[in-house]
Every structure is written in structure tokens, then in C-alpha cells.
């Protein structure tokens, strides 16, 4: 497996993401963009980045957030970086449409089979990515958020749409997953959604468990590999 | 694949069962219940029960539902039968555990791995078996309603629980979703959801476009083919 660095301008900031891709195989392979939990590019999306190479053989980008590759682990710091990208959908939609072409750019990547997955807020970024009428085979959000934008957009999406959900995620409550699901169906967007029984917040994320608030974050191993599975089975109809 | 008439006794009904095993493999094999849609046992769950010998090497047993394998076409015919069903928890545990009994007590089947599925009303009747506290690995409904005899034997659940859901099925509304959702909780139960978008009642059924009211219950083949998918992840996850 190959990684190196991607540098690409993303809504005024310095982007440097980390493509992987497996140089054994030939020829364009389907790419993945892989966007991090609100705190920024770290090892947890890097580590899913590698494996969707490893496991699957996609060329994979685990894309920026914040810029220069900053890791912020102060949530309240965090918060209001992300309210702008909750609110206008013109920067979200730059931070991901650049990641996008930077990935399509690349010789190892086939420009017409991508995804996009994320976590957290990485998650809610696949699907803004995915309203903004992006050309992707899907969108995958892990334990993410589903306040978009522009709900109203739901009709440009031109992928599937997957949402995997801890059903006890204080951060997701039934109301929003109502409000996603009432998007979804005005669409006319093909989408799922999977709710994991005694789940909650960052269920990927095993470093989660040091925020010691286990009622809010914290990771299960079943869900994990249960989550990676169903993405893993719709990459399998979607990237053919 | 070898395949023969099983018959049982349950809740004062003769009951024909069908069992599927391949007699190529040696040992006992975990094995399934099938538990059928409202209207009977007919070519649709045998079917589905075939699946699962021939493509997972599981023994199954197509479980009859209103004795001697009468088949009801006529929803007006069926609905009283199911009544004291929906209400009357020893009578639906008496078809459901008199079948598992019969299932288990094959020299085929390893009777520490059973699980059970079932398709609309036999959805139900999946969830009606687990609640009764019977030995399974797990209960899978697909298109199964969720209202359930006894919400608060839920604690006495011993396998995982999966509910496989069109997201516009009229007879699951968002409101029984919730109910089932919250029984699952109080019940400390490992349990998972899906909603598959666009889908109604009966995707996995051919035969439900005959009805001619597509927007009550109508085949999906993208649905179908997904839920099976995730009926067979957790399979290989439980009856290991």
C-alpha cells in the first residue's frame, strides 16, 4: 500500500489530505473520500482510509478539515469552526467538491467511480457533498449528524445514500433522523438507514472511550464491524 | 438438497411444515425457522427457506401457519385468523415454540444454533418467539409489523433482533417503529434496525405486485437483495 500526501485549496484553507491505494493493482481503481469526526484529520479516518485500500483495494483520500492538517481536540474550540459549515452550504460544499477533485484528479483513481464516507460531521459532509449534486456512487455517514443545509436539494442527489446510526445517540435524536427521512423520501433519493440498538455516539471510534462520557460517545466493537460491513456490501452494488 | 414434510402439532392445528438440508454436508447444522406472510404457507417462504440450505448450508424448516398448509388468499378470510394471535401471547408462542421443538429435535440440526426469520405477520411472529425467551441466536423480520403481545418480556430476549423495514410501509408507520424501538431498549436487547428508502410493504415477495396496489405492498429487488445481505452478516455472526 502506497500513502503520500495530497495538497489541495479547499474554501480559502490549506488543504493536506492522505491518499492510499494498493500500487500492486493496474489501472484506475474506485476512489473513496474519507472525511474526519469534527476535531479534524487524524488517525482514526486515516486508519478507515487505509482499510477501505487494504480490505477493498479503493484508492482512498482521508481528507482535511480545518486546514494544514490541524487536529483540534478542545470541543469548544471545535464548535465554532463548525457552525459556518453547518449554515452555509456554499463552504461545506467547497470543502468537499475540492476534496473531490483533488481525488478524481489523481491517475490512480477512475474520476466515475467515488464514494464518499465520513464520521461525526465527516458524515454529515458525504451527504452535503452528496446534495450539492456531486457525481458520486454514494454517501456514507457513520454516527453523523443529518442537519444538512439544503434539505431542499435532496433531488440533485445523483448517489445512494447510507446512514448508520447509533439508536441511543444523544447527538441524533429520533426527530432528526424524522426530519433526514422526510428529506430523503421528497428526494426520491435511495437511501438506508440503520439504527444499532444500545449504541451511541463515535461507536468507531475507539479512542472515544477516553472523553469518559459513555452515555454520549463511546465504541462498540459490534456495531463497528457491523457498520463497515453494510458500507463495504453497498460499495460492492455501487462501484461494479 | 433434500427435502421433506415435517410434521407438528401447535396451538391445536395440524401443522406441514417443510424442512430443506443438504445431506452433502455431515453434522448437525444450525438451523432456521421460516416463518411465512399472513396468508400461509406457500411458495414464498418455502422458497426463501430453500435459499438458506442451498446458498448458507442452514437446515430450515418453512413453518406452517394456519394448520394442514392451508394457504388464504383472501385478506378478508385472513384477518380474523391473525387476531388472537396479535393479542393472545400463548397462542402465537405456542406456533412459534412447537415449531422451533420440532425444528430442533432433527438429527440434522445442531439445536444450540437456531434462528429464526419470517415475512410480514411471520416477522412477527420471529420477534413473538424471541420474546418468549426460547433459545435463538437470533430473530429477523423482514417487512414484519411490530406490535408485539407482550412488550415487556422484551428482557427475556436471548438472541440478537434485526428488523428489516420499507421506509414507506403503511402498515409499519414511524410510530410503531418508535414503540418497537423503545421495547428493544427497556429489554436491554442487542437489537438492530434498517429502513430501506422508497420500499413498501412485501418487497421481498414477487407476488405482491398481483395485488395491484403498488403503493401498499410491491416487489424491490434492490431491497430484497439487501436485506437477505444483512440476514446473512449476522448469521455468520451468530451461528458461528
Not at 446534495?131 to 439544503?150: C, Y
Not at 435511495?190 to 475507539?206: A, C, E, F, I, P
Request: net charge negative; hydrophobic share 45%; aromatic share 8%.
Amino acid at each position: 500500500m502506497k500513502t503520500e500526501d495530497l495538497r489541495y485549496e479547499a474554501d480559502g484553507l490549506a488543504m493536506i489530505g492522505q491518499l492510499t491505494w494498493d500500487e500492486t493493482a493496474g489501472g484506475p481503481r474506485p476512489g473513496v473520500l474519507v472525511f474526519p469526526e469534527a476535531f479534524g484529520l487524524g488517525e482514526h479516518a486515516m486508519e478507515k482510509a487505509e482499510r477501505l485500500t487494504r480490505e477493498l483495494g479503493y484508492a482512498a483520500l482521508a481528507c482535511d478539515l480545518h486546514g494544514e492538517r490541524k487536529v483540534i481536540s478542545d470541543l469548544a474550540q471545535v464548535m465554532p469552526l463548525l457552525g459556518p459549515l453547518r449554515s452555509d452550504a456554499a463552504k461545506v460544499r467547497a470543502r468537499t467538491g475540492n476534496a473531490l477533485a483533488a481525488l478524481a484528479a489523481r491517475p490512480q483513481v477512475d474520476a466515475a467511480r467515488i464514494a464518499a464516507i465520513g464520521f461525526c460531521f465527516g458524515g454529515t459532509m458525504s451527504f452535503e457533498l452528496a446534495l450539492s449534486g456531486a457525481d458520486i456512487r454514494a454517501a456514507v455517514g457513520f454516527h453523523s449528524g443529518l442537519a444538512v443545509t439544503s434539505p431542499g436539494d435532496a433531488k440533485e442527489i445523483k448517489g445512494k445514500v447510507m446512514a448508520l446510526l447509533g439508536a441511543d445517540d444523544p447527538g441524533i435524536p429520533p426527530d432528526q433522523r424524522a426530519a433526514f427521512e422526510a428529506t430523503m423520501r421528497e428526494g426520491g433519493v435511495d437511501w438506508q438507514m440503520t439504527l444499532y440498538g444500545g449504541v451511541v455516539h463515535s461507536y468507531t471510534n475507539k479512542e472515544a472511550d477516553k472523553l469518559g462520557r459513555p452515555e454520549f460517545a463511546r465504541y462498540d466493537a459490534a456495531a463497528d464491524r457491523r457498520s463497515w460491513k453494510q458500507m463495504s456490501d453497498l460499495f460492492a452494488e455501487v462501484m461494479a
